[in-house]
């Protein structure tokens, strides 16, 4: 390498370079083997990588549990009749949006009908929102209320304007929100986790498993979005859309030889095991063409 193109390379890698595209939203990082943004021509070479289904060495998935919750779920199968498209009411959930798949939604409203939460706490808000707000008002009338609280640092108008069942919407990143708020949880309560996906030095998921989870109460129930597990994370997401995720390898290492959680029951790991039993209990619709991939994560403090 000539001086000239040393000089221009140490030019371009700079400091001072960095910061100047940093404030116009843009990172420009060299391609090293340090570099948390792998290499896709090296991904392609893989062929095999999006097929093969880790042995999750160390986690139980808790098969047999999982079976029994989906029993458990399909009693409020009648309940799952969402909208398919957009209606006129802007919090009602409907099936054919870009976020939350049909089996993602029912779980989650079996969930809170199931455990019926004093209280449910939503870091991300979104579509999430409206079916949490629509279970728990079932829920009230046949016994306690429940508290919904949205945290979500950009809120969409619906949920800054507020609507019937969303009691709380903190305008905040959950990691400057104070630990005290989820260490109130109780048993059948639950948090439900949508985060930014990555694990980066003071961002949102390192609070979360490393601060929070830790600390919640024997009981409490925990949704994680996003959670592909036993496979990887969709190949398309990574080399179309760029998505260089990471939370549901903290998420495995986390639950691995871990007595204190239990899995209570992934949406992607059952499809891939019993996709007649979740046909049965989560049917799709006139109209309904899959657009998200189920994904929902579901674990419990136990201990």
Same mark, same amino acid.
């Given at each position: 390498? +000539?001086?000239? +193109?040393?000089?221009?390379?140490? /030019?371009? %890698?700079?400091?001072?370079?960095?910061?100047?595209?940093?404030?116009?939203?843009?990172?420009?990082?060299?391609?090293?083997?340090?570099?948390?943004?792998?290499?896709?021509?090296?991904?392609? &070479?893989?062929?095999?990588? %999006?097929?093969?289904?880790?042995?999750?060495?160390?986690?139980?998935?808790?098969?047999?549990?999982?079976?029994?919750?989906?029993?458990? $779920?399909?009693?409020?199968?009648?309940?799952?009749?969402?909208?398919?498209?957009?209606?006129?009411?802007?919090?009602?959930?409907?099936?054919?949006?870009? =976020?939350?798949?049909?089996?993602?939604?029912?779980?989650?409203?079996? /969930?809170? #009908?199931?455990?019926?939460?004093?209280?449910?706490?939503?870091?991300?808000?979104?579509?999430?929102?409206?079916?949490?707000?629509?279970? &728990?008002?079932?829920?009230?009338?046949?016994?306690?209320?429940?508290?919904?609280?949205?945290?979500?640092?950009?809120?969409?108008?619906?949920?800054?304007?507020?609507?019937?069942?969303?009691?709380?919407?903190?305008?905040?990143?959950?990691?400057?929100?104070?630990? +005290?708020?989820?260490?109130?949880?109780?048993?059948?309560?639950?948090?439900?986790?949508? +985060?930014?996906?990555?694990?980066?030095?003071?961002?949102?998921?390192?609070?979360?498993?490393?601060?929070?989870?830790?600390?919640?109460?024997? &009981?409490?129930?925990?949704?994680?979005?996003?959670?592909?597990?036993?496979?990887?994370?969709?190949?398309? %997401? $990574?080399?179309?859309?760029?998505?260089?995720?990471?939370?549901?390898?903290?998420?495995? =290492?986390?639950?691995?030889?871990?007595?204190?959680?239990?899995?209570?029951? =992934?949406?992607?790991?059952?499809?891939?095991?019993?996709?007649?039993?979740?046909?049965?209990?989560?049917?799709?619709? =006139?109209?309904?063409?899959?657009?998200?991939?189920?994904?929902?994560? %579901?674990?419990?403090?136990? #201990?």
């Amino acid at each position: 390498m +000539s001086k000239l +193109s040393r000089l221009i390379r140490n /030019m371009v %890698w700079s400091r001072q370079v960095f910061a100047f595209w940093q404030r116009l939203g843009v990172n420009v990082t060299k391609k090293h083997f340090y570099s948390p943004i792998p290499d896709g021509r090296q991904l392609l &070479g893989q062929g095999d990588l %999006w097929e093969k289904e880790s042995e999750l060495i160390g986690l139980d998935m808790n098969p047999q549990g999982q079976l029994r919750l989906l029993e458990v $779920l399909a009693s409020y199968k009648e309940e799952f009749d969402f909208a398919v498209h957009k209606t006129k009411t802007p919090h009602e959930f409907y099936l054919l949006n870009a =976020a939350f798949s049909l089996e993602d939604a029912a779980v989650l409203h079996g /969930m809170i #009908r199931h455990f019926r939460p004093r209280t449910l706490i939503e870091v991300g808000g979104g579509y999430s929102t409206f079916v949490s707000a629509r279970a &728990g008002r079932l829920n009230q009338k046949q016994g306690p209320p429940m508290r919904l609280i949205c945290i979500e640092p950009y809120p969409r108008q619906t949920h800054l304007k507020g609507f019937a069942g969303l009691d709380e919407l903190i305008v905040q990143k959950v990691e400057q929100t104070e630990i +005290s708020l989820f260490e109130q949880l109780q048993e059948n309560d639950i948090l439900f986790i949508d +985060s930014s996906h990555v694990v980066r030095i003071g961002g949102d998921v390192n609070f979360l498993y490393l601060e929070v989870l830790p600390r919640l109460k024997k &009981g409490v129930v925990i949704h994680i979005h996003d959670i592909f597990l036993p496979y990887e994370y969709p190949r398309e %997401w $990574l080399i179309r859309r760029l998505h260089f995720w990471t939370e549901q390898y903290l998420l495995q =290492a986390f639950l691995c030889g871990n007595q204190s959680f239990e899995v209570l029951f =992934a949406n992607h790991y059952m499809l891939s095991k019993h996709p007649e039993k979740m046909a049965e209990v989560f049917v799709r619709p =006139a109209g309904y063409r899959q657009r998200n991939i189920p994904n929902s994560f %579901w674990i419990r403090k136990v #201990r």
